[in-house]
């Protein structure tokens, strides 16, 4: 691996959509993933909910956003906005 294609965070990272941006530097993000069910075998969709921090206020509704975890910012933010992937339609 050369240094051009190494990561320089060792934090995981998500990839998601923004839902709402009512909230100032604040978004929430859904992840959405497919999970094998223990039982039966088939795979189910399923999301997680994160609220992220967005200190510059880039992202907008509907956006798709590449999130990072970080130290926790308040009581339910734990994760930080590390760049707009796409621009999706909004309001």
Same mark, same amino acid.
């Given at each position: 691996?050369?240094?051009? /294609?190494k990561s320089t965070s060792t934090r995981p990272r998500r990839v998601?959509?923004?839902?709402? #941006?009512?909230?100032?530097?604040?978004?929430?993000?859904?992840?959405?993933?497919?999970?094998?069910?223990?039982?039966?075998?088939?795979?189910?969709?399923?999301?997680?909910?994160?609220?992220v921090h967005d200190e510059n206020n880039e992202s907008r509704l509907? #956006? /798709?956003?590449?999130?990072?975890?970080?130290?926790?910012?308040?009581?339910?933010?734990?994760?930080?906005?590390?760049?707009?992937?796409?621009?999706?339609?909004?309001?």
């Amino acid at each position: 691996m050369t240094e051009a /294609t190494k990561s320089t965070s060792t934090r995981p990272r998500r990839v998601g959509v923004v839902e709402s #941006d009512a909230r100032e530097k604040s978004r929430k993000v859904v992840v959405a993933f497919k999970a094998k069910h223990p039982l039966y075998g088939k795979y189910v969709r399923k999301r997680s909910v994160l609220q992220v921090h967005d200190e510059n206020n880039e992202s907008r509704l509907g #956006d /798709t956003v590449e999130i990072e975890e970080c130290p926790p910012v308040s009581k339910t933010k734990a994760w930080r906005l590390v760049r707009v992937i796409s621009r999706g339609i909004g309001e």
